[in-house]
């Protein structure tokens, strides 16, 4: 049955459970998650270290099968493998460029393998390296950079790909304060210029509640979905003028009760 919800959801994950299927047997890490993402929407997923976010993204990306194979839709369409239109950008950009290639050739990389040709591959490369601020460094190579900057290379390489919806998983846990609070609001403005639909997985409180329209809130492995909360603050967001709005502290405070103290209420 369609709810009027669904409707308007990109992508529907229904009663998503996960199981390891490992040496030491089987292990369940998800179990029955309910959320969806909207069109233009930005969901952060939180919940402690272990609950599974990680498993989730990877389910979502298609690069893992859940156990049921309808609860991951996009478009109404289960997810069977890597699909087009979804790019990732993984926690570890320092394994994730390659060193011995430029910028540009490390974004072209996915369009080539895609089958994109050079020339086309080549110009979405530069024009994705522009928007997150990296442009006239395409002959640079990743070794060149500081962390902050690889991570732009990064997410340069999931958005030449003209995704409609990113991935994130734990996109800044290994830069200083002042580059990740710029790489948030570098998600911000690639959210409204390109118009799609982002899961940023975090461990940070702040950081999901500045980024999200919506907080997805898990329990401990095997996770469900705590609670999802609505976050509906002014357009367009400024680190300095959001984080200190009463509902920024309201909200935080919720999430960071139901992270550190998971209590087994459901939605
Ligand atoms: N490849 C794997 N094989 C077996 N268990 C795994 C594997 N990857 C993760 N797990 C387990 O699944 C659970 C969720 O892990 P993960 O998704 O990495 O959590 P998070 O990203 O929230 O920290 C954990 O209990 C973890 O030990
Ligand atoms: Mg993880």
């Not at 999901?208 to 907080?215: C, I, K, P, S």
């Not at 200190?244 to 209590?263: M, N």
């Amino acid at each position: 049955m369609a709810s009027s919800a669904s409707r308007t959801s990109l992508v529907e994950v229904s009663d998503l459970s996960i199981t390891y299927d490992g040496r030491f047997g089987k292990h369940l890490a998800v179990s029955g998650v309910n959320f969806d993402v909207r069109p233009e929407e930005l969901i952060a997923l939180v919940g402690p270290s272990g609950a599974g976010k990680t498993t989730i993204l990877r389910c979502i990306a298609g690069l893992l099968s859940p156990d049921g194979e309808d609860s991951i839709k996009v478009d109404g369409k289960p997810i069977k493998g890597p699909t087009e239109g979804i790019s990732v950008v993984f926690q570890d950009y320092s394994r994730s460029l390659l060193a011995w290639l430029t910028l540009q050739g490390n974004v072209m990389l996915p369009l080539r393998a895609q089958g994109v040709p050079r020339a086309e591959a080549k110009k979405r490369a530069r024009e994705a390296l522009a928007d997150v601020g990296l442009g006239g460094k395409e002959t640079w190579h990743p070794w060149q950079l500081s962390g902050g900057m690889q991570q732009r290379v990064a997410i340069a390489r999931g958005l030449a790909c003209n995704p409609r919806i990113l991935l994130m998983d734990e996109p800044f846990a290994s830069v200083d304060a002042q580059t990740r609070m710029d790489l948030e609001d570098l998600v911000l403005k690639i959210k409204n210029e390109f118009k799609i639909s982002i899961i940023v997985v975090t461990h940070d409180i702040d950081e999901a509640v500045y980024l999200a329209d919506r907080v997805v809130v898990l329990s401990k492995s095997p996770s469900t979905v705590s609670r999802i909360l609505d976050v509906d603050f002014p357009t367009p967001r400024t680190q300095e003028e959001t984080r200190v709005l009463p509902e920024f502290g309201e909200i935080r405070a919720v999430a960071l009760d139901l992270v550190r103290h998971p209590k087994t209420e459901t939605v």
